[in-house]
């Protein structure tokens, strides 16, 4: 076949099977050198054209296959490096996935059962109960486990009631299954929305299931108190399995780990206050990019870090809570009703103090700062302020951790006087936070109202502003940045004096949860004792003397 005419696009070039396609992709894109077992090399390098052919495959085909293999080789082992880690990471993951392979093993024998009939025909709703109710911690199973069972309970119980009246009734008997269908998922799925109801929201939706179950199965084989009997049973033993085995072999609290959660976030904190303490008298700087400044070294900044663990833990110490108040008493934790929502409490007054510590950031960040010989003025009572906050910080989170009560009840009295110092010398220095010779109002040249009130005038007529003017606007320009580099600083020490009154709510928070949930009482150290054992020997030996 010719060449096209001039002017016309050229024809698409002839289509042909597929392995010569393959062939030509081989050739336009080499593969890698790892061969997998199959011979290596091509037919136009090497002769491994005939050791291919050897194999009764295509030289082409062949390597396409051996890439496609490397690719997928290499998918599964980073996957598998990827779990591996994961579970070295945290080992009670693994643990948690053996111990619902092994209730759903016991389950599965079930199926196996040939009598009672009714049981074997539906032990799917025993495997589905494991399936939804066996979660990572004891505190949900059990609260999942309890509103499965309340819920299919109440529900099969309304159940056979709508059935007995309906059988009253007679040939409108599905007429009153259809209504009572409506009238109980319109409530019941209001009654879901409450704020009161979210703990429950479960079992409402496990009662409307097995209500319309139960109703709908019981019409069609005119059995609704088997059905219903038969669900209950299966349901119970499925709840019964998965809390045994939950409970039995090797516990996961969740509880226990909403207490781990709050000790640990308070190290954080004092660590991120130090930092930006001591960065911001350091005159610590930022490579600063315009409308970035924040994203641009949040994910590796440690000051950001230090106080992200504590802002962000609003909402697991909200689930871990919703799931604590479920577990019976256990470990450490040995009261009925244990005051599990002063943990929250204690997060909650922790991340107040964080906020104090993310605007200490803030300043570090702002692109107005102070200059470092004004910082010198403050240093000794900033570091102080920073030093003994975090020092507060890291008592009443080792106090946490431990359940421990507070040894001295004026645990805020260093703090507060280091707070003080800053204030006085705030006083006294408050000359080179705000100058008031720099808010005064510029002298003007003479014309330079009649400049500025032409100046629209000027505009419309493209003229240059006077020489004078201009440097009458850099010069207020210039004062302005010095005033607000200036309040830059004072911005700092407030923030740092906010903190420390914020500290009060947080020391508060801890005593309450300390006396609800009775921590033990401190322990003195063996100096302390020695000390005291000795000054009271050494009083006994001079009222002898006399």
């Known amino acids: 076949m010719g060449p096209p005419p001039a002017g016309l696009p050229p024809l698409p070039p002839p289509l042909g099977t597929l392995r010569s396609t393959l062939d030509q992709r081989a050739a336009r894109e080499p593969l890698l050198g790892f061969d997998w077992g199959v011979p290596a090399g091509s037919g136009g390098r090497g002769g491994g054209g005939e050791e291919y052919a050897a194999w009764g495959v295509d030289d082409g085909a062949a390597r396409g296959v051996a890439g496609r293999l490397r690719v997928a080789a290499e998918a599964v082992r980073e996957a598998a490096a990827e779990m591996w880690a994961f579970a070295r990471k945290d080992p009670r993951k693994p643990v948690f996935a053996a111990k619902v392979a092994v209730a759903l093993v016991l389950i599965t024998l079930l199926v196996f059962l040939r009598e009672p009939s009714d049981i074997a025909s539906h032990s799917v709703w025993a495997i589905l109960t494991v399936v939804v109710v066996f979660e990572f911690s004891i505190g949900a199973t059990l609260s999942k486990g309890l509103n499965r069972g309340l819920g299919t309970l109440i529900a099969g119980g309304l159940a056979l009631a709508v059935a007995e009246l309906a059988a009253h009734?007679?040939?409108?008997?599905?007429?009153?299954?259809?209504?009572?269908?409506?009238?109980?998922?319109?409530?019941?799925?209001?009654?879901?929305?409450?704020?009161?109801?979210?703990?429950?929201?479960?079992?409402?939706?496990?009662?409307?299931?097995?209500?319309?179950?139960?109703?709908?199965?019981?019409?069609?084989?005119?059995?609704?108190?088997?059905?219903?009997?038969s669900r209950f049973v299966l349901i119970a033993i499925g709840a019964a399995v998965s809390l045994t085995i939950n409970i039995g072999i090797h516990p996961i609290w969740a509880g226990e780990d909403l207490h781990k959660l709050v000790a640990k976030t308070f190290s954080g904190v004092a660590k991120s206050l130090e930092g930006c303490v001591d960065g911001y008298l350091s005159c610590m700087e930022y490579e600063r990019i315009p409308s970035k400044i924040l994203t641009y070294q949040a994910s590796d900044d440690p000051l950001y870090s230090g106080y992200r663990a504590a802002v962000e833990a609003s909402v697991q110490e909200e689930a871990l809570l919703?799931?604590?108040?479920?577990?019976?008493?256990?470990?450490?934790?040995?009261?009925?009703?244990?005051?599990?929502?002063?943990?929250?409490?204690?997060?909650?007054?922790?991340?107040?103090?964080?906020?104090?510590?993310?605007?200490?950031?803030?300043?570090?960040?702002?692109?107005?700062?102070?200059?470092?010989?004004?910082?010198?003025?403050?240093?000794a009572e900033l570091h102080r302020v920073g030093e003994e906050g975090a020092k507060v910080l890291r008592e009443l989170g080792q106090r946490v951790k431990t359940m421990t009560k507070l040894s001295s009840p004026n645990i805020l009295s260093e703090v507060h006087l280091a707070a003080e110092e800053l204030q006085k010398k705030i006083d006294e220095k408050s000359y080179l936070l705000v100058n008031t010779e720099r808010w005064e109002v510029i002298p003007r040249h003479d014309g330079t109202s009649q400049i500025q009130d032409s100046s629209s005038a000027a505009d419309n007529e493209n003229q240059d502003e006077p020489p004078e003017h201009t440097a009458v606007n850099i010069g207020v320009e210039s004062r302005t940045y010095e005033s607000a580099s200036a309040l830059s600083l004072a911005t700092f020490a407030s923030l740092l004096i906010e903190f420390v009154a914020r500290l009060q709510n947080l020391v508060g928070a801890f005593e309450e949860l300390s006396d609800k949930a009775n921590f033990k009482d401190p322990v003195e150290e063996p100096a302390a004792i020695s000390r005291e054992r000795c000054g009271f020997l050494l009083r006994i030996r001079k009222f002898l003397r006399l």
Request: hydrophobic content about 45%; some cysteine; aromatic content about 16%.
């Open 169 to 229: 009734i007679g040939k409108y008997d599905a007429v009153i299954l259809i209504v009572s269908t409506f009238v109980v998922g319109f409530f019941a799925s209001l009654i879901k929305l409450h704020p009161k109801m979210k703990a429950y929201e479960y079992g409402v939706r496990v009662f409307l299931l097995t209500f319309c179950y139960v109703t709908v199965s019981g019409y069609n084989t005119g059995e609704f108190t088997a059905t219903a009997i």
């Open 322 to 379: 919703g799931f604590a108040i479920w577990e019976p008493p256990h470990g450490p934790y040995k009261m009925m009703k244990y005051p599990w929502k002063n943990y929250t409490k204690v997060g909650g007054a922790l991340r107040h103090c964080s906020f104090a510590v993310m605007a200490l950031h803030g300043c570090i960040l702002s692109e107005i700062q102070a200059p470092p010989e004004s910082r010198k003025v403050f240093c």
